[in-house]
DNA sequence: TTTTTCTTGTGATATATATCACATTTATAT
DNA sequence: ATATAAATGTGATATATATCACAAGAAAAA
C-alpha cells in the first residue's frame, strides 16, 4: 500500500520532527504491511533491507537461544522494529512476530540514512529511543537473571497493565509457553504460577483475559518473589 | 588534565570524523582523570554530567540488582562508558568501576551534543557504536539465561582472550566473586568450576594469571555445558 | 459435527546450583 | 615482620525449578 506519510496519524515521535518536504520524500520509499496474528515480520538471520515501524497492532521481539527462544519483550505501536539492526549488522539479529493482527511501515534504509544525515532533530530523537531501550535492556536482564518466577511474572502482569494495555483488565494473546520465554521459565511454571496468583487473589483469569485484583499484593509479589 | 584533542593517540572511531576544527574546539572542554584499580568512575544513581570516555585500563560496568550486583560487561580502552546514560537518562543506570589503573577522558555534555548535532559521520560513528552494544546486550541476556555455569564461564574466559587481552595467556585483575556476577553465579560455584577446568586441561591457573590450554575444548564447553 | 491439533493443568521426580560452614591461602595494613 | 582482612577451596545440605508423563480442555480444521 502507498503512503501519504504528511497525512500518517501514527507518526513516530521522530517523524514528527521532519519537515513537510521531508515527509514529502518520505512517502515514496515507505510501504505498510498488513501482517496476521501469528505471521513472522522479520526473521532472525535473514538480511535487513528497511527500517520496519508498527503503526498499529501488538508484537513480540524473539530470539533463538541456546536451548529455547527467548521473547526479549512485547512492543507496541509507535515505535520501531529492530533500529539497531539497522546499522549494527546487515544481518537480523532477531525475530519479529505478531500477536495480533498489525500494521508495519518498512522505509527504505537509505532513505532512512539521508534523513538521519539531513535532520539532526530526527537524529536525536532516534538516538533518544535507542538509548531509552538499551538502559531498558539492561534492567530487564538484571530482572530476569536475579528475579524467582513469581517476582518475573508478577513484573510482566505489571508491564502489560502499565505500558501495553493501559488497563487492570486485557486480554493478552499470547500463550503461557510465550510468557514462559518471557520471563525464562518452563510453561507448567507458568501455568503453576498463575493459579497460584488467582488462588490467591492477586490476579483473576477468564480464557485468555487477565484482571489485575490487587495491585499491591502483585508489586509485593514483583519485589520479593 | 588538560587536554590537547588533535594529537591525542586515543581518540575514539567517532572522534576520528571530527576535523581539526572540531578537534580544536573540543579540548577546552574535556579532562583527562586517573583512576586506582577499585575507584569508581561513575556511580549508579548520580546525575551524570560528562560523557565518559576510556582511553587507558581496564573497567567493569556493574548494576545493583535486586539481590546482587550484575557485572554487566568488562570494557577496554577505547570505547565510551555510559553512552545511553548520557542520553536516556540524566541518572546514571549503572555504574563503572576500575578494575586496572585507568584514565578516563570527560567531555562536557553540550559538547558532545553539538558535536552531533554538526558532524553527522561523528554521529553515524555513535549511533553504530550503540546499535552494536545493544545487539550485543540482548545476545548476553540470553546466554546469560539459558547456559549453564561452565558455558558461561568457558564464554567469558574466551571473550577475556579473544578481544579483551588478544593473548592466551592474561591476568584479569577481578576476584572470582567478580566472574560470578559476571556469569550470575556464586563465587563457590566458580571456584569449583574453574578447578574442574584446570582438572580438565581447559586451562591453566597459577595466581591471576590464566592461560587457556586447549580452546578447542572450552568452545565445546561454551557449546555444551 | 467430528476430528485433530494446540494449549493448559497437575503430580512425581530429577538436578543444577545456591547457601552454609569452616579451613586455607593470599594480600594488605600496621 | 606481624596482624588483619580479603579471597579462595571444598564438603554437606537445601531448594527452586526443569523435566517427564499424562489427562483434560479449548481451538482450529475437516
Same mark, same amino acid.
Given at each position: 500500500?502507498?503512503?501519504?506519510?504528511?497525512?500518517?496519524?501514527?507518526?513516530?515521535?521522530?517523524?514528527?520532527?521532519?519537515?513537510?518536504?521531508?515527509?514529502?520524500?518520505?512517502?515514496?520509499?515507505?510501504?505498510?504491511?498488513?501482517?496476521?496474528?501469528?505471521?513472522?515480520?522479520?526473521?532472525?538471520?535473514?538480511?535487513?533491507?528497511?527500517?520496519?515501524?508498527?503503526?498499529?497492532?501488538?508484537?513480540?521481539?524473539?530470539?533463538?537461544?541456546?536451548?529455547?527462544?527467548?521473547?526479549?519483550?512485547?512492543?507496541?505501536?509507535?515505535?520501531?522494529?529492530?533500529?539497531?539492526?539497522?546499522?549494527?549488522?546487515?544481518?537480523?539479529?532477531?525475530?519479529?512476530?505478531?500477536? !495480533?493482527?498489525?500494521?508495519?511501515?518498512?522505509?527504505?534504509?537509505?532513505?532512512?540514512?539521508?534523513?538521519?544525515?539531513?535532520?539532526?532533530?530526527?537524529?536525536?530523537?532516534?538516538?533518544? !529511543?535507542?538509548?531509552?531501550?538499551?538502559? !531498558?535492556?539492561?534492567?530487564?536482564?538484571?530482572?530476569?537473571?536475579?528475579?524467582?518466577?513469581?517476582?518475573?511474572?508478577?513484573?510482566?502482569?505489571?508491564?502489560?497493565?502499565?505500558?501495553?494495555?493501559?488497563?487492570?483488565?486485557?486480554?493478552?494473546?499470547?500463550?503461557?509457553?510465550?510468557?514462559?520465554?518471557?520471563?525464562?521459565?518452563?510453561? !507448567?511454571?507458568?501455568?503453576?504460577?498463575?493459579?497460584?496468583?488467582?488462588?490467591?487473589?492477586?490476579?483473576?483469569?477468564?480464557?485468555?483475559?487477565?484482571?489485575?485484583?490487587?495491585?499491591?499484593?502483585?508489586?509485593?509479589?514483583?519485589?520479593?518473589?
Amino acid at each position: 500500500m502507498k503512503n501519504n506519510c504528511t497525512l500518517c496519524d501514527y507518526k513516530s515521535a521522530a517523524a514528527q520532527k521532519l519537515s513537510a518536504e521531508e515527509l514529502k520524500n518520505l512517502a515514496p520509499n515507505c510501504i505498510t504491511v498488513k501482517f496476521k496474528k501469528g505471521d513472522i515480520i522479520i526473521r532472525q538471520g535473514t538480511y535487513s533491507t528497511n527500517v520496519a515501524y508498527l503503526k498499529k497492532g501488538l508484537v513480540k521481539i524473539h530470539i533463538d537461544g541456546p536451548y529455547h527462544v527467548q521473547v526479549v519483550r512485547i512492543v507496541k505501536p509507535k515505535n520501531y522494529l529492530g533500529l539497531p539492526t539497522t546499522f549494527g549488522d546487515k544481518i537480523n539479529q532477531y525475530s519479529v512476530t505478531a500477536i !495480533e493482527e498489525s500494521e508495519v511501515c518498512f522505509i527504505d534504509i537509505s532513505t532512512f540514512r539521508s534523513m538521519l544525515q539531513l535532520n539532526p532533530d530526527f537524529t536525536n530523537q532516534i538516538m533518544l !529511543e535507542l538509548c531509552k531501550s538499551e538502559l !531498558e535492556s539492561y534492567q530487564k536482564c538484571v530482572n530476569r537473571t536475579q528475579k524467582q518466577i513469581r517476582g518475573k511474572l508478577a513484573d510482566v502482569l505489571l508491564d502489560f497493565a502499565d505500558n501495553i494495555f493501559h488497563s487492570d483488565v486485557f486480554t493478552v494473546n499470547i500463550t503461557q509457553e510465550d510468557i514462559g520465554n518471557l520471563v525464562d521459565a518452563s510453561r !507448567e511454571s507458568v501455568s503453576r504460577v498463575m493459579a497460584e496468583f488467582v488462588k490467591d487473589g492477586l490476579i483473576s483469569m477468564s480464557g485468555k483475559q487477565i484482571t489485575i485484583v490487587d495491585r499491591k499484593m502483585l508489586a509485593s509479589a514483583s519485589k520479593n518473589g
